[in-house]
C-alpha cells in the first residue's frame, strides 16, 4: 500500500526564521508531488506543485524534489505567524486517480 | 472561500445510526474525491468518481458506506452503520481531471461525531 511519509510530526520556528519540512513516498511509480497547507478549522488548500527534478520557487516558499529518492521538501524563508498550520503533503502516479496524502508537519511560527 | 460545498458541517449520530453527508463539487469537476481526516490528522482516501462513476474506493467503503455522484444533484457519503471510529472530518475535494496533475480543491468538511 503506497505511503506517503512526511517529517517532523511538528516544529516551531520563530518569526523571520527557516522552515524545512519533509516528504517521501514508498510508491517508486509516483509521478507527482503536491504541498497543501490547511490553518486550523480550515480546508486544505493547495500550496506548490512539483513534477519534475529540481527546485521550484514562488515567494518565500521553495520546493525541491529528487525523484530518484521519491522525496520532496518544502522551505518557508522568513516564517510569519500566519504561516502557522498543518502541511500536508500529496503524491500520485499519472496511470492512477487516486491522491495519497501524509499525516502532515504541524508548524507553529512564534512571533 | 471554498467553491466545494459541504453539508451539514456538523453531525452528531449514535452508534448503529445512519450518517449522510453531501458534497457539492465545484462547477465544471467531474473528478470527486471523498477523504476521511482523523484526530491524528491522518487521511485515509476513501472512494473516488468521475461523473457518476465510481473509479476507486477502499474496501472499508465498499463494506459499510453507501457513496453517490448522481448527476444534476449532490455527491452523498452515507455510512450504513456509524461506530465510535468513524468519529473524524469528512472532506470531499474536486478536481477538474482525474489522471492529470491538477490540483484538489476541498470543501470545508463535515465532522462526524459518533457517540
Known amino acids: 500500500q503506497q505511503k506517503v511519509q512526511q517529517s517532523p510530526e511538528s516544529l516551531i520556528v520563530p518569526e523571520g526564521g527557516m522552515a524545512s519540512l519533509n516528504c517521501t513516498s514508498s510508491d517508486r511509480n509516483v509521478d507527482y508531488f503536491w504541498w497543501y497547507r490547511q490553518h486550523s478549522g480550515k480546508s486544505p488548500k493547495m500550496l506548490m506543485?512539483?513534477?519534475?527534478?529540481g527546485e521550484k520557487e514562488e515567494g518565500r516558499f521553495t520546493v525541491h524534489l529528487n525523484k530518484a529518492s521519491l522525496h520532496t521538501s518544502l522551505h518557508i524563508r522568513d516564517s510569519q505567524p500566519s504561516d502557522s498550520a498543518l502541511y500536508l503533503c500529496?503524491?500520485?502516479?499519472?496511470?492512477?486517480?487516486?491522491?495519497?496524502f501524509g499525516t502532515g508537519t504541524r508548524l507553529q511560527v512564534l512571533p | 472561500n471554498s467553491k466545494v460545498i459541504q453539508t451539514p458541517r456538523y453531525l452528531v449520530k449514535g452508534q448503529g445510526q445512519k450518517a449522510k453527508m453531501r458534497c457539492i463539487p465545484e462547477k465544471g469537476h467531474p473528478v470527486v474525491f471523498w477523504y476521511q481526516q482523523n484526530k491524528n490528522n491522518e487521511f485515509k482516501f476513501l472512494i473516488n468518481?468521475?461523473?457518476?462513476?465510481?473509479?476507486?474506493q477502499i474496501d472499508m467503503t465498499e463494506k459499510r458506506f453507501s457513496a453517490e455522484c448522481p448527476s444534476n444533484s449532490p455527491c452523498s457519503l452515507e455510512i450504513q452503520s456509524s461506530e465510535a471510529g468513524d468519529s473524524a472530518l469528512y472532506l470531499c475535494?474536486?478536481?477538474?481531471?482525474?489522471?492529470?496533475?491538477?490540483?484538489?480543491?476541498f470543501g470545508h468538511g463535515t465532522k462526524l461525531s459518533v457517540l
Open positions: 506543485s512539483i513534477f519534475s527534478n
Open positions: 475535494a474536486s478536481s477538474s481531471e482525474g489522471l492529470s496533475n491538477e490540483r484538489l480543491f
Open positions: 500529496a503524491a500520485k502516479r499519472s496511470n492512477t486517480n487516486k491522491v495519497v
Open positions: 468518481f468521475q461523473n457518476q462513476e465510481v473509479l476507486q
